[in-house]
């Protein structure tokens, strides 16, 4: 006789704020068989992360997504590649987005993934094809190679702008990513942030640069800013920081209706998975204004563990 034993694992993920203490990185070193790396992705998205979206869309071809991948930043000045060279990569990895599941985000990298859970709950950047497959290489370009780009090894300029080197290969892809990823939200979109950061948001954003300006007018129809406050007190919110005013004034210039949730249920419970000792855990309210409906919550908990069957004879 066989029984079915569900054994759930955690899953496991780190939220790293901006304010934390990390070393400051302003250049990687390129990755090894960046063709390979950039086409394995390409698959793994695909076949396994999203499949449903592209049966119904039709698969892409990731090889030909290589090349126009590579021929934006092959053979260009190494801190001054155009963004617009990557028009051609979008065009072959656009895929539909579902209305009201943008999720757009700052200071929130990696826990915004787990949140996102892939597209599941949201869809962040890195949830959707064209952002997944360059999510983690790294790349450069070199005018003297013979291969257009830096060998594997070599210390690429990364997505920050830096006094002598403006927008290299990586920045430009971010940028143009960001603004195809802009235009590309219907309905109500998310913004993630980390209230617990000095500013909370700021004008040298991404996502004040790009992000909020490609929104599309009567297509997007609310901006909902969800603050990740890991050091709450009661009676008091930090939807009112004057620095939210950025995206409040951006959105409704586009008749985009605006709102601003602290620490929404579903957001604190996945939190507090990892971290049951935050402050925010220990005097989370669960029967707040802000509480989700059971369906809601219910996804919520299954999402953060890994379901596993085994055998038993």
């Known amino acids: 006789m066989k029984m079915f034993v569900y054994v759930f694992v955690p899953t496991v993920a780190f939220l790293h704020f901006a304010n934390s203490q990390q070393p400051c990185r302003q250049?990687?070193?390129?990755?090894?068989?960046?063709?390979?790396?950039?086409?394995?992705?390409?698959?793994?998205?695909?076949q396994n992360i999203n499949q449903p979206i592209f049966c119904t869309e039709g698969f892409r071809n990731c090889t030909e997504i290589w090349e126009a991948f590579s021929e934006a930043f092959k053979?260009?000045?190494?801190?001054?590649?155009?963004?617009?060279?990557?028009d051609r990569y979008f065009t072959l990895t656009d895929h539909s987005i579902p209305k009201d599941k943008s999720?757009?985000?700052?200071?929130?990298?990696?826990?915004?993934?787990?949140?996102?859970?892939?597209?599941?709950?949201?869809?962040?950047?890195?949830?959707?094809?064209?952002?997944?497959?360059?999510?983690?290489?790294?790349?450069c370009s070199n005018e003297s190679d013979?291969?257009?780009?830096?060998?594997?090894g070599t210390l690429c300029p990364g997505w920050e702008a830096t006094p002598d080197c403006p927008q290299g290969a990586q920045r430009a892809f971010w940028i143009a990513a960001s603004i195809n990823y802009g235009s590309r939200a219907s309905g109500e979109i998310f913004i993630?942030?980390?209230?617990?950061?000095?500013?909370?948001?700021?004008?040298?954003?991404?996502?004040a640069m790009y992000e909020l300006p490609s929104l599309r007018e009567n297509v997007v129809t609310k901006a909902t800013v969800l603050l990740l406050n890991e050091h709450p007190i009661q009676g008091q919110t930090k939807c009112g920081d004057p620095t939210l005013d950025i995206i409040s004034s951006k959105v409704k210039a586009k008749r985009i209706k605006y709102d601003c949730i602290e620490n929404r249920r579903d957001l604190v419970e996945t939190f507090c998975f990892d971290y049951p000792t935050?402050?925010?855990?220990?005097?989370?309210?669960?029967?707040?204004?802000?509480?989700?409906?059971?369906?809601?919550?219910?996804?919520?908990?299954?999402?953060?563990?890994?379901s596993r069957v085994i055998f038993i004879e």
């Open 27 to 46: 250049f990687e070193m390129a990755t090894d068989n960046l063709r390979e790396v950039i086409i394995g992705q390409c698959e793994i998205y695909q």
């Open 146 to 152: 013979t291969t257009g780009m830096s060998p594997p």
């Open 192 to 207: 993630l942030l980390n209230a617990t950061s000095d500013p909370i948001f700021s004008n040298n954003t991404y996502n």
């Open 75 to 86: 053979f260009q000045p190494r801190c001054n590649v155009d963004y617009h060279r990557l």
């Open 278 to 306: 935050a402050d925010v855990c220990k005097i989370f309210d669960t029967t707040s204004s802000s509480s989700l409906p059971a369906s809601v919550l219910s996804t919520t908990l299954v999402s953060v563990f890994i």
């Open 103 to 139: 999720l757009f985000w700052e200071n929130v990298y990696p826990f915004v993934i787990r949140y996102s859970n892939r597209g599941r709950r949201f869809y962040a950047l890195y949830d959707t094809l064209p952002g997944y497959i360059a999510n983690g290489p790294q790349w």
